[in-house]
Nanobody
Framework: QVQLVESGGGLVQAGDSLRLSCAAS????????IGWFRQAPGKEREFVAGISRIGGSTRYADSVKGRFTISRDNARNTGNLQMNSLKPEDTAVYYC????????????????????WGQGTQVTVSS
């Protein structure tokens, strides 16, 4: 049974930092692209960042470029999202997701293409 468990969310002030983690089990972690998505109330789920199977390729949404950094540790089956200079508009539930693919790059930003999802962790940024 595949499980993705996010942690690290919370309530912070604008300009602060948070580090989200995603612990994976039940899958061959290195065979999956890991993506981070977020969903704010009343909005669609959107791509935030993705990292390729062995970490050689990363992609970011324009809204987070230069502020967020995605990483992974295949030996520990974990993915991370370092979020700096947080803004109120970053407030959302953040999800990690896994895309089983042979591709060595982040092949898609479409949440429908990711097979496995965590339960999400709330990030709230106050102004």
């Amino acid at each position: 049974q595949v499980q993705l468990v996010e942690s690290g969310g919370g309530l912070v002030q604008a300009g602060d930092s948070l580090r989200l983690s995603c612990a994976a089990s039940g899958l061959t972690f290195s065979n999956h692209v890991i993506g981070w998505f977020r969903q704010a109330p009343g909005k669609e789920r959107e791509f935030v960042a993705g990292i390729s199977r062995i970490g050689g390729s990363t992609r970011y949404a324009d809204s987070v470029k230069g502020r967020f950094t995605i990483s992974r540790d295949n030996a520990r089956n974990t993915g991370n999202l370092q979020m700096n200079s947080l803004k109120p508009e970053d407030t959302a539930v953040y999800y990690c997701a896994a895309d089983p693919t042979l591709s060595l790059v982040v092949r898609t930003f479409d949440p429908g293409e990711y097979d496995y999802w965590g339960q999400g962790t709330q990030v709230t940024v106050s102004s």
